[in-house]
Nanobody
Framework: QVQLVESGGGLAQAGGSLRLSCAAS????????MGWFRQPPGKEREFVAT????????VYADSVKGRFTISRDNAKNTVYLQMNTLKPEDTAVYYC????????????????????WGQGTQVTVSS
C-alpha cells in the first residue's frame, strides 16, 4: 500500500515561513519524481514545484519562484517544500505527488503524470 503523508501545514502570517514534509512509503523512493501541488479555495489544483529523482533538477511555478524551495532526502524517503515570504494567495491545501520514471533527470509539472497523491495539508496565510 503506497502512502504519501504530508505534514507541516498550519497558519502563518504574511511574510512568514513554513516547511512542508511528505513521507513516502514507496518501495524505491529514488525511482520517483516528486512534486508539490496546491488547491486554493474554490479553484483547480495547480502545480507548485517538482524535483527529479536525484534532486539535481527542480522546476517551480512562476508564482512561487524565488520564495519556495523543493528538496528531497532519498535516504529518508521524504520530500520537502520550504516556503518563505508567504503571501495570503498561498493559502491552499498542499499535496505531494509521486511519478515513477526511468530517466533520472526528468521533471514534470503535469498533474496527470503523477501516479500517487497524498491527502493534503492545509496552509493558511493571514494578511
Amino acid at each position: 500500500q503506497v502512502q504519501l503523508v504530508e505534514s507541516g501545514g498550519g497558519l502563518a502570517q504574511a511574510g512568514g515561513s513554513l516547511r512542508l514534509s511528505c513521507a513516502a512509503s514507496l518501495r524505491v523512493f529514488s525511482m520517483y519524481i516528486m512534486g508539490w501541488f496546491r488547491q486554493p479555495p474554490g479553484k483547480e489544483r495547480e502545480f507548485v514545484a517538482t524535483i527529479s529523482r536525484s534532486g539535481s533538477d527542480t522546476v517551480y511555478a512562476d508564482s512561487v519562484k524565488g520564495r519556495f524551495t523543493i528538496s528531497r532526502d532519498n535516504a529518508k524517503n521524504t520530500v520537502y517544500l520550504q516556503m518563505n515570504t508567504l503571501k495570503p494567495e498561498d493559502t491552499a491545501v498542499y499535496y505531494c505527488a509521486a511519478d515513477f520514471r526511468i530517466d533520472s533527470s526528468t521533471t514534470t509539472y503535469l498533474k496527470e503524470d503523477y501516479d500517487y497523491w497524498g491527502q493534503g495539508t492545509q496552509v493558511t496565510v493571514s494578511s
